[in-house]
């Protein structure tokens, strides 16, 4: 079966190409997965409308066992909190042993989405290109004939440690700093060959990012998401102020903040009418990065987020997540425009498969089009 549905895509993928010869490589690859994202949401359309028909059936779902499943979940993951919003509307929200909506909490890996989407408004500005060589920012990662590129740092196939050795970068040093340090790291792998979920790339990507974009790593973050969305209790000073922000782990938010977030992407880059990101930055946020290396999940990783659940024809993502270690947990599901946290401040391992079940009673409670 797995055979088959690659054939598939591979098959619609190089009859879609031919009609766009003249684009590069990793061009194509973006553009093909923006066009996926538009026919998800056209196949929807005739189901009945992801816009209109989808955000009647959760108004008028019954969505009151969500109540018994958050209270029960709370006897495994401790206090937490769970927000659903759909097409721009709040549809649920409750908390639980005392947690509260927006109570700020470290989000640890989710913020690896975020610094992913800072990364493609630079790209969006035309300040970057994501397939750019690394050392044309840090020399000491020229590899000769293979190249590293900013796009291996957001996917975790750099070939980089995945994690930062103790003690060699501290919160007194810059961003830029504690980069150059870990750029002169040995290289592992030939960059695309192996997938290694960590800090090491990003916190690289996140130097490059301030040299693009001419201001610091805060000031970026402040100016392209956390103003425009009105994120205004979201930063990285989840460990303090510093001037050395941890790019792939140091965010802290509140579930309504997040939330925000997640209902720009699964809009296609817009949020109260103005743009964030070009949809085909939130495609290529989605789409699989993570081709052909190994240790990457089935569903492949995009940039800064797992892919759930893929269209089985068109390889595009239908349900995103970036779960962080203590349990907050934000995803997106395309094919009902709904957007969720599951907060928690407890053991991702433990919450994890409470995410799992939570996702299969959505399945039951808000499904999507009839047979």
Not at 34 to 55: D, S, W
Not at 305 to 334: H, K, Q, Y
């Amino acid at each position: 079966m797995a055979r088959i549905r690659h054939a598939a895509v591979a098959l619609a993928e190089r009859r879609w190409i031919g009609n766009h010869g003249a684009m590069s490589d990793t061009e194509r690859r973006d553009a093909w997965g923006a066009a996926a994202v538009r026919r998800i949401r056209h196949v929807a359309m005739l189901l009945g409308g992801i816009t209109a028909t989808v955000c009647i059936c959760a108004l008028g779902a019954d969505l009151r066992p969500l109540d018994s499943f958050l209270a029960d979940a709370s006897q495994e993951i401790g206090p937490c909190a769970l927000s659903l919003s759909q097409n721009g509307v709040t549809i649920y929200e409750e908390a639980v042993g005392g947690f509260a909506l927006d109570q700020p909490l470290r989000i640890y890996s989710a913020t690896k989405w975020l610094s992913a989407a800072v990364i493609a408004c630079l790209a969006d500005d035309a300040l970057l290109s994501m397939d750019e060589p690394v050392a044309w920012y840090f020399p000491a990662l020229d590899l000769g004939d293979v190249v590293m590129t900013i796009r291996h740092l957001f996917a975790h196939t750099s070939g980089l440690p995945d994690s930062v050795p103790n003690g060699i970068c501290t919160d007194s040093m810059t961003l830029q700093g504690c980069a150059e340090i870990l750029s002169n790291l040995p290289v592992l792998t030939e960059p695309g060959r192996v997938f290694a979920y960590g800090e090491v790339s990003m916190q690289i990507g996140g130097a490059i990012a301030e040299i693009a974009g001419d201001a610091v790593w805060h000031e970026l973050f402040t100016s392209y998401l956390a103003t425009p969305l009105g994120m205004l209790a979201t930063d990285y000073e989840a460990f303090g102020a510093s001037t050395n922000p941890v790019i792939g782990g140091g965010a802290r938010s509140t579930v309504r903040d997040y939330l925000r977030f997640l209902t720009m992407l699964v809009s296609g880059g817009t949020a109260g009418g103005t743009r964030v990101l070009s949809e085909e930055a939130v495609a290529m946020i989605l789409a699989r990065q993570t081709l052909g290396a190994v240790g990457a999940p089935e569903n492949g990783y995009g940039l800064g987020c797992w892919r759930e659940r893929v269209d089985v024809v068109s390889d595009a993502a239908i349900v995103a997540s970036s779960p962080g270690a203590n349990g907050f947990t934000p995803w997106v599901d395309l094919g009902r425009g709904l957007v969720g946290v599951l907060a928690v401040d407890g053991d991702g391992a433990i919450v994890y498969p409470v995410f799992q079940r939570l996702l299969a009673l959505l399945d039951e409670l808000l499904p999507v089009g009839q047979d």
